[in-house]
Nanobody, 116 residues
Framework: QVQLVESGGGLVQPGGSLRLSCAASGFTFSDYVMNWYRQAPGKERELVASISSTGLRTNFADSVKGRFTISRDNAKNTVYLQMNTLKPEDTAVYYC?????????WGQGTQVTVSS
């Protein structure tokens, strides 16, 4: 079965950096687009970044362009989200996502808190 396990969240000061990881299993990782979403308290879940199956194409929400990068290692079945110049408004639970087999699969999420 499809499993996505996020890690790397935590508490960071404004201007700091974090790298999130998502380890995937249960499907042919290199065949699928991978996404990172986030959900802040009281807000809807929003798409933060996407990466194509080969890693050659990426897309980002306007709010994170220039600060976040997404990458993947198909040999390790892992997708990463490098977050730099973090702001308090980046505080949210971050979720790894794969649209596969006609539905969306989600990880359990990892909390990112940006605060001084």
């Amino acid at each position: 079965q499809v499993q996505l396990v996020e890690s790397g969240g935590g508490l960071v000061q404004p201007g700091g950096s974090l790298r999130l990881s998502c380890a995937a299993s249960g499907f042919t990782f290199s065949d699928y687009v991978m996404n990172w979403y986030r959900q802040a308290p009281g807000k809807e879940r929003e798409l933060v970044a996407s990466i194509s199956s080969t890693g050659l194409r990426t897309n980002f929400a306007d709010s994170v362009k220039g600060r976040f990068t997404i990458s993947r290692d198909n040999a390790k079945n892992t997708v990463y989200l490098q977050m730099n110049t973090l702001k308090p408004e980046d505080t949210a639970v971050y979720y790894c996502n794969v649209p596969a087999f006609g539905r969306d699969y989600w990880g359990q999420g990892t909390q990112v808190t940006v605060s001084s």
